[in-house]
């Protein structure tokens, strides 16, 4: 053996940062367009500039950035689109908190200073989690990063109003929407989080306005509205309430007189069956007023406080909408309009920025006929033009389309694009690129210049996100870059975004492009914690994975995940799978630290598959092969779970467990020329191990590379630009053999492990039934199975009556172990083990079979108690099939 320049293990925390200036020098992932390729591109999702890498996150761009890689390594030509996404309310509210802690509000600074300080903000803080995915080891091309409000993709966004308004297609609306009473803005149906809370239902008399002595009962879980109520509905087809419509009741809170309506949206099975109708407040109850041509008031300013319309009464003018409603139902109470109150459990609106509870409000907003655009996006999906992966999740896109409703695109907001919008004296609108255009559309129409007011609303995140897969390629600009580059190759990312963002690139890229945006659309799964849990800073189960790189490094990480990245299964995830793919890692480096130390070169052209001629290399060659090509087709269907677990069993279970054990004779004792080629088979191994390994670890593959590579090559030889090596063939004669002697090998260990002798035993091994071919392989590997199998082999066929019998593919053999064990004790052990699984068995099937227990736990116990008992019905067939040998 010689001495190796490899240090013991890999220090991750330097070498993947000199891995990473290297890529960075020579400029590895820029996209050069080469028409003689074919094109590859992604785009990343845009994480927000506020954003710090996560979980989510680091599952995400491993699985894009494991299939830029390949498609890399597969010699196209790969554009790997970064940016970051300014995420309008996420970014205010975080630079209003700095404020706060100066005694500010943005108020107080006023609109253009404001934006100087988020300007400020995102120029000192913008890139971090840019930073953070480098050190994940994405290979994007950084120097062509954008962002949402850079210049070229703001005017992109003024292009798309602008069209879209003259098509009708953007319009001003005066209607419900979902309004933040903390942030003071309207958020779109998406961006509501709806919590099952425990709440009341009151039961109000509403007495009629000709017969006060008779009243119909309307049930509220909001009874603060009623001040804003407008009629009383009933179902048409509902007997009790027939002779009632037409005629007014009163609102017992303030003494109104509204009419008795009939719609259907009243449920005769529902409560009472008459419902309040509140159309300025509450989204069924608006298309109610709409169909009967109701008033609609509106009873709350913008804080969620009541105001002073009319119908309100003074007493609660001003008061907290929650506190108007305890005093209300005191009130009628009082008064004797309270009937009951029943004990509920409801579902409620809350901003999942501002964790307030959200009010239906009326108010004037910016809306896409989201229904016009949706309709070429359904059939682009419907004729395969994309397709989803797994297919299911079309289902989920066409039942969102099919449904959807107006988006509303304003937000009461400073930090974002600003609609481009401009009011004359009298609100017309002039809708223009800039504010010479619109003054010069305004002189037109008034015949002499006028004053105008800009807009203050700024458009919702998700409107600029909607036209990433082009406005990055500098769209409305026919560049060589839009050309090549869109429809770009596949979409990457999680189900939970299918709505926010998955459907509006479709509806603006079918519209603008004229094509969709991505040919495929990979859904991954959500990461849990090890239990199935959804993981949560309260529930102290969050992983961070910048701790895990830290501790583990990011290619322990990024194989983590993507060992576990099955289609349509969530993740279940623990810092213990991250260990387990750090001691791969190790594994690894130990097999190069191993290949060097034996003095193995790479010897160009030499292929073990067509030139060698000991057979465990012509074996390994074979499964070297068969394993790349398997990860080949892997990838191509975008299984990355299955392409990481073949790569694993390959250097763990064939390369290391076998390979390296069956090199060590010949590399000790065998001829020169044995020794020379088992030599080039454990570098050529390498290399191939390497290159398929790279685009799952990048960075150890890449340092292990630098120290395999000729010593001539210079430091632009890198691994990540190597191309990807095909198979060269498979000896099935070889591979018959070899395997053969593994199984060999490996039911003897069984049989001894599972009978307990001491590993440092030797043991006679006889075979009484063994054809030709198979004792030819016994003679030729007969150093292999003692030496691994820690026996003597009896080539002599004895009957071995007393011993303990076993049979490999047609093969019996029989091992002396009786003369090494107690037969007795070990009987007695392994009856005493089976009675403790079985008490276990029963107990796990006892609790399973408990209706009460399946209806409470939850279903992370129930799978973990129905996955044990797997394991310990498992254990008792191997401990049952140990007992029966010593019989």
Known sequence: MQNTNLPQKFDHNTGEAAISKLWEKHKAFHAEIDETKEPFCIMMPPPNVTGSLHLGHALTFTIQDIIVRYQRALGKDVLYQPGTDHAGIATQMLVERHLAKEGLTRHDLGREKFLERVWQWKKESGDTILNQLQRLGVSGHWERSRFTMDDGLSEAVKKVFIELYNKGLIYRDKR??????????????????????????????????????????VGTTRPETMFGDTAVAVNPED??????????????GNGKAIPVV?????????????????PAHDFNDFEVGQRHNLDMINIMDEYGRMNDHAVVPEAYQGLDRFE???KLVAAMEGSGALSHVENIVNMLPYGDRSGSVLEPRLTDQWFVDAKT????????????????????????????????????????????????AWYGPDEKVFVATTEKEAQAQAKAHYGKPVELRRDEDVLDTWFSSALWPFSTLDWPDQTPELKRYYPTSVLVTGFDIIFFWVARMMMMGMHFMEDVPFKDVYIHALVRDEKGQKMSKTKGNVIDPLEAIEKYGADALRFALALLAVAGRDIKFSMSKIEGARNFVTKLWNVARYTEMNGARLVPGFDPVQEAALTINKWIGSEINAACQKVSEALDNYSLGEAATTLYHLVKNVFCDWYIEFSKPVLANGTDAEKMETRATLAWGLKR?????????PYVTEEL?????PASATDNDMLCLKEWQGSSGYNQLAANEMNWVIELISEIRSVRSSLNVPPSTIVNLLFSQLNDEKQQWIDTNLQLVERLARVTVNLEKADGQDWIASVVKDAVFALDLKSVINVDEEKARLQKEIVKVDKDI???????????????APEAVITENKERLAELREKRLLLEASLNRLR
């Open 239 to 252: 007997e009790r309430y027939k002779h009632l419509v037409g005629q007014e009741v009163i609102i017992p």
């Open 176 to 217: 419900l929407v979902n309004w933040d009473c903390q942030l003071l803005t309207a958020v779109s149906d998406l961006e509501v989080e709806e919590k099952e809370q425990k709440g009341h239902m009151w039961y109000f008399k509403y007495a009629l306005k000709n017969n006060p002595e008779e009243h119909i009962m």
């Open 689 to 697: 191990i390497l290159m398929a390994l790279n685009p799952f670890m």
């Open 705 to 709: 590379w630098s120290h395999l590579r």
């Open 842 to 856: 029963n107990l796990i099937n006892s609790r399973l079979s408990k209706p009460d227990f399946v209806a409470r």
């Open 373 to 420: 655009l949706a309709q070429p996006a359904i059939k682009a999906v419907e004729k395969g033009d994309t397709n989803y992966v797994p297919d299911n999740w079309a289902n989920v896109y066409f039942e969102w389309l099919r449904n959807i409703r107006p988006w509303c695109i304003s937000r009461q907001i400073w930090w974002g694009h600003r609609v481009p």
């Open 324 to 326: 108007a409603r305890k």
């Open 262 to 278: 009939a719609d259907e949206h009243a449920d005769p099975e529902k409560g009472t069956g008459a419902v309040k109708i509140t």
